[in-house]
């Protein structure tokens, strides 16, 4: 069983940053996939971003890549989403999520972070 506990969202102007954390419990977090996942109001969750075990290779939607930056700490135990030149549409709910590499299956969800970008 892995609880992820996301923080670090807020309300921020067009153009600026916020830096998202998810603390994992447990000792395994470096056996999982770790990946965030948003969904604004009235739509369907969407994929942002995911990092291997390793953080050895990271993988973004085409709307965030270039201004979103995802990292790990396996020995914190935490995944990082660095978001910089937030638009109005980023706005969100985002959630991290624990998954397996060999089922591609996001076993573990966080109960998500608010994030709102003003125009």
């Known amino acids: 069983q892995v609880q992820l506990v996301e923080s670090g969202g807020g309300l921020v102007q067009a153009g600026g940053s916020l830096r998202l954390s998810c603390v994992a419990s447990g000792r395994t977090f470096s056996s999982y996939v770790m990946g965030w996942f948003r969904q604004a109001p009235g739509k369907e969750r969407e994929f942002v971003s995911r990092?291997?075990?390793?953080?050895?290779?990271?993988y973004y939607a085409d709307s965030v890549k270039g201004r979103f930056t995802i990292s790990r700490d396996n020995a914190k135990n935490t995944v990082y989403l660095q978001m910089n030149s937030l638009k109005p549409e980023d706005t969100a709910v985002y959630y991290c999520a624990a998954g397996t590499a060999v089922t591609g299956v996001y076993a573990y969800w966080g109960q998500g972070t608010q994030v709102t970008v003003s125009s």
């Open positions: 990092i291997t075990m390793s953080g050895g290779n990271t």
